[in-house]
């Protein structure tokens, strides 16, 4: 143990516990593994909280969280799978942070830990307990890490902008329903 220091160890546990909650969560979406509903039923969830076209947008958060996850537990890639991964977290974030911070009432809490994790580990590098480290850093290099939050950054931005915009038309509509009802009721 003398060749690896305490930082070494601890990246490496960050990493396969971050990365295998996250491939995990990537799964479920997926495959339907660990309970999940596969993309079918993840995609009908999606739709319903304003992410469309649902299965489309259920299978680009699972790839982004499988595969980062996975990348990140070995230490490969590790600018573009931590910022993958904490793109589909804040993803995720939007969708619960009506209810709060606590996951306990359905809140943002869990979801960001993932992400900020994830985002912590790809600016840390991946320590000499990684593929990264056997491979000469080909795929960890210091420039990749902005570009990849960048692009990112912006995907992310472009993607729950689009849902807040959804989500914000469906309001207007039932809006709209609702007081024509109102009008319907009170008029006859």
Known sequence: MTSYDRRDLGLLLLRLGTGGVLAAHGAQ?????????????????????????GKESA???????AGGGTLLALGLATPAAGAAAAGAMAGATAVHAPNGFFAQGGGYEYAASLGLTAAGLAVAGPGRLSLDHAL???????WMVPAAFAATGLATALVVGARN???RKREQGEQGEQEALFEETFDE
């Open 136 to 142: 000469g850093h080909a795929v960890n290099r210091n």
């Open 59 to 65: 299978a680009a958060a699972g790839l982004a969280e």
């Open 29 to 53: 979406k997926l495959l339907g593994w660990f309970g999940g509903h596969g993309l079918e039923g993840t995609g009908q969830y999606f739709e319903s909280v304003g992410y469309a076209p």
């Open 165 to 167: 915009r959804r989500l």
